[in-house]
């Protein structure tokens, strides 16, 4: 872009921005003339996609900011009254980050402006609560101010509509076209009042849900440690342990409150290296039977066990795996669903059950679409234990939920490991990892995707690919996306671009046959080998 076109676009853009900081900070840009950081602010835009938005807080079209969120909340008001919503309700969640709540506000007074009804949640509360709010108040739409479990610098912003599910296409498109035309902030009316703000009435509401996912009269004595992740679940998790009667959990005390910068972690994800230290440190002072996790806002659910001498997480599969038996074991009725890179050992666990079993697209938004849906849970530590009330990934009822299933084995003096390996001997031992690849240059993962189309491979570890599926075709059952998908000789590797964090993404899972419990050590040890080799073939093939 050319130097002064670039100024006009910049010195434009300053003069509708409502909010004094991003002001200050592009009008120091602009008196800089700091033509690359100008350029990476301006040379697009953030796109609206079926996340949403999610980017890094700043000025300019290209990051999150007041003036980016007025004309998202405005494209999504003129695709609601399209739709023949013209005074719906829409409800607004939204977390602790910076500048959360503003946005919130913001899309309210939007919503008003616009001659919609707006309802905000009354302080940050988990995600969850949002996606419940809107089945239980009868929304037409909701929006939940949050970037869940990125870096510090970044927000967000989702999108669900009245079903309570966040959106898919084609209704992204719809209201991407809608935000692209808004023409100018001017044009958007933003009263300064007109919208309720909600009491605690709905929060109570969800948290007497909460109480139904637990069987009545089931064991509640497991001990629990809890990091919120500086997140906002805490309360709402403590809550929801304190009806149902089980021990108050042991609360790891630096992480327990909402902060913006979240300072005792590098990433505030459970899945990351070192994220959880904190808990397994509070873990090996209390000796608790179980340790729990949100992330910063609570959709999502991370557990870890005592294996051997010291803690480890489970993986979002094994999770997965455990709640499933259980809902099975307590006679639960309906589908079972998971994403097309989790494991395949839920629809072993629902075949065997005589459930029905379907596979969707990544992400909850598909997930939560399912007909007859029971349970839903995705490799990313999301579970979907009540889709009566939450129809998303939610972190609070799957703690509960877990935390009921600690207490019952506790009761037969066992653990949630002894479980798992009934359920590696009886549907074989379904190993699963991740090869991720965070990258600055979004071309590298074009660039990784195209190499393995181009030149696939036809082999990974020595075990042959017998089938290989480009994902962006579709399936009989799955609509198009970026991704292929290989089948080998006891094993399966999915590899897409992440929708919401610069990462490419590879799923290996590996089957392998286990007689008896006496074998599971020696199968372990062959699934960790056929994992590492099949990471470092993949790495050769996609050239990362």
Same mark, same amino acid.
């Given at each position: 872009?050319?130097?002064?076109?670039?100024?006009?676009?910049?010195?434009?853009?300053?003069?509708?921005?409502?909010?004094?900081?991003?002001?200050?900070?592009?009008?120091?840009?602009?008196?800089?003339?700091?033509?690359?950081?100008?350029?990476?602010?301006?040379?697009?835009?953030?796109?609206?996609?079926?996340?949403?938005?999610?980017?890094?807080?700043?000025?300019?079209?290209?990051?999150?900011? =007041?003036?980016?969120?007025?004309?998202?909340?405005?494209?999504?008001?003129?695709?609601?009254?399209?739709?023949?919503?013209?005074?719906?309700?829409?409800?607004?969640?939204?977390? @602790?980050?910076?500048?959360?709540?503003?946005?919130?506000?913001?899309?309210?007074?939007?919503?008003?402006?616009?001659?919609?009804?707006?309802?905000?949640?009354?302080?940050?509360?988990?995600?969850?609560?949002?996606?419940? @709010?809107?089945?239980?108040?009868?929304?037409? @739409?909701?929006?939940?101010?949050?970037?869940?479990?990125?870096?510090?610098?970044?927000?967000?912003?989702?999108?669900?509509?009245?079903?309570?599910?966040?959106?898919?296409?084609?209704?992204?498109?719809?209201?991407?076209?809608?935000?692209?035309?808004?023409?100018?902030?001017?044009?958007?009316?933003?009263?300064?009042?007109?919208?309720?703000?909600?009491?605690?009435?709905?929060?109570?509401?969800?948290?007497?849900?909460?109480?139904?996912?637990?069987?009545?009269?089931?064991?509640?004595?497991? =001990?629990?440690?809890?990091?919120?992740?500086?997140?906002?679940?805490?309360?709402?998790?403590?809550?929801?342990?304190?009806?149902?009667?089980?021990?108050?959990?042991?609360?790891?005390?630096?992480?327990?409150?909402?902060?913006?910068?979240?300072?005792?972690?590098?990433?505030?994800?459970?899945?990351?290296?070192?994220?959880?230290?904190?808990?397994?440190?509070?873990?090996?002072?209390?000796?608790?039977?179980?340790?729990?996790?949100?992330?910063?806002?609570?959709?999502?659910?991370?557990?870890?066990?005592?294996?051997?001498?010291?803690?480890?997480?489970?993986?979002?599969?094994?999770?997965?795996?455990?709640?499933?038996?259980?809902?099975?074991?307590?006679?639960?009725?309906?589908?079972?669903?998971?994403?097309?890179?989790?494991?395949?050992?839920?629809?072993?666990?629902?075949?065997?059950?005589?459930?029905?079993?379907?596979?969707?697209?990544?992400?909850?938004?598909?997930?939560?679409?399912?007909?007859?849906?029971?349970?839903?849970?995705?490799?990313?530590?999301?579970?979907?234990?009540?889709?009566?009330?939450?129809?998303?990934?939610?972190?609070?009822?799957?703690?509960?939920?877990?935390?009921?299933?600690?207490?019952?084995?506790?009761?037969?003096? =066992?653990?949630?490991?002894?479980?798992?390996?009934?359920?590696?001997?009886?549907?074989?031992?379904?190993?699963?990892?991740?090869?991720?690849?965070?990258?600055?240059?979004?071309?590298?993962?074009?660039?990784?995707?195209?190499?393995?189309?181009?030149?696939?491979?036809?082999?990974?570890?020595?075990?042959?690919?017998?089938?290989?599926?480009?994902?962006?075709?579709?399936?009989?059952?799955?609509?198009?996306?970026?991704?292929?998908?290989?089948?080998?000789?006891?094993?399966?590797?999915?590899?897409?671009?992440?929708?919401?964090?610069?990462?490419?993404?590879?799923?290996?899972?590996?089957?392998?046959?286990?007689? @008896?419990?006496?074998?599971?050590?020696?199968?372990?040890?062959?699934?960790?080998?056929?994992?590492?080799?099949?990471?470092?073939?993949?790495?050769?093939?996609?050239?990362?």
């Amino acid at each position: 872009m050319e130097h002064d076109a670039l100024i006009a676009q910049a010195q434009a853009w300053l003069a509708e921005d409502p909010d004094p900081d991003t002001r200050e900070e592009l009008a120091r840009l602009i008196d800089d003339g700091n033509h690359a950081e100008l350029t990476a602010r301006f040379a697009g835009t953030l796109q609206f996609g079926t996340a949403g938005l999610r980017g890094e807080l700043g000025a300019g079209p290209l990051r999150m900011n =007041r003036s980016v969120v007025i004309r998202a909340a405005a494209g999504l008001a003129a695709y609601l009254k399209k739709q023949g919503h013209d005074n719906g309700l829409v409800v607004i969640g939204y977390d @602790a980050r910076h500048k959360s709540h503003t946005f919130a506000e913001d899309t309210a007074a939007v919503m008003t402006g616009a001659g919609l009804r707006a309802a905000v949640l009354p302080r940050p509360l988990p995600t969850p609560v949002l996606a419940f @709010a809107i089945r239980h108040l009868g929304a037409v @739409a909701g929006v939940e101010v949050t970037a869940s479990h990125n870096p510090p610098r970044d927000n967000g912003y989702k999108v669900y509509l009245g079903d309570g599910s966040q959106i898919v296409p084609p209704a992204d498109a719809e209201i991407a076209a809608e935000i692209d035309a808004v023409a100018s902030l001017t044009a958007v009316p933003r009263p300064t009042t007109g919208w309720d703000t909600l009491d605690d009435t709905v929060l109570d509401a969800y948290l007497a849900r909460t109480d139904a996912v637990l069987s009545k009269g089931s064991p509640r004595t497991a =001990r629990t440690v809890y990091t919120a992740m500086h997140g906002v679940g805490k309360d709402v998790l403590l809550a929801a342990f304190a009806r149902a009667g089980f021990p108050a959990p042991d609360l790891v005390a630096e992480q327990a409150d909402p902060d913006p910068d979240f300072p005792t972690v590098a990433f505030p994800n459970p899945e990351e290296p070192g994220a959880m230290d904190l808990a397994f440190a509070k873990a090996r002072e209390t000796d608790p039977d179980l340790v729990v996790a949100n992330d910063p806002d609570a959709d999502r659910c991370a557990a870890a066990v005592k294996d051997g001498g010291d803690w480890r997480m489970l993986r979002g599969d094994e999770v997965g795996a455990l709640l499933a038996a259980h809902l099975v074991r307590r006679g639960a009725t309906g589908t079972f669903a998971e994403s097309i890179v989790s494991s395949s050992l839920l629809g072993r666990i629902a075949e065997k059950a005589g459930l029905p079993y379907e596979e969707t697209l990544t992400g909850f938004k598909w997930i939560a679409r399912v007909d007859g849906l029971r349970y839903g849970y995705e490799e990313a530590l999301g579970y979907c234990v009540d889709p009566d009330g939450v129809r998303d990934k939610d972190g609070i009822t799957a703690a509960l939920l877990l935390t009921e299933l600690a207490s019952e084995l506790k009761a037969e003096n =066992r653990t949630l490991l002894d479980l798992l390996d009934d359920l590696a001997v009886e549907h074989g031992l379904h190993a699963t990892d991740q090869l991720s690849v965070r990258v600055k240059d979004l071309g590298l993962i074009a660039a990784a995707m195209r190499r393995l189309r181009e030149q696939p491979p036809t082999g990974l570890a020595g075990l042959r690919i017998t089938r290989t599926e480009d994902l962006t075709e579709g399936t009989d059952t799955l609509p198009p996306t970026d991704g292929l998908r290989y089948t080998l000789d006891g094993a399966r590797v999915v590899v897409r671009p992440s929708g919401t964090e610069p990462k490419l993404k590879c799923y290996l899972e590996v089957v392998i046959p286990v007689a @008896a419990k006496a074998d599971l050590p020696e199968a372990r040890t062959r699934a960790t080998a056929l994992l590492t080799a099949i990471k470092r073939d993949l790495s050769e093939a996609a050239g990362i």
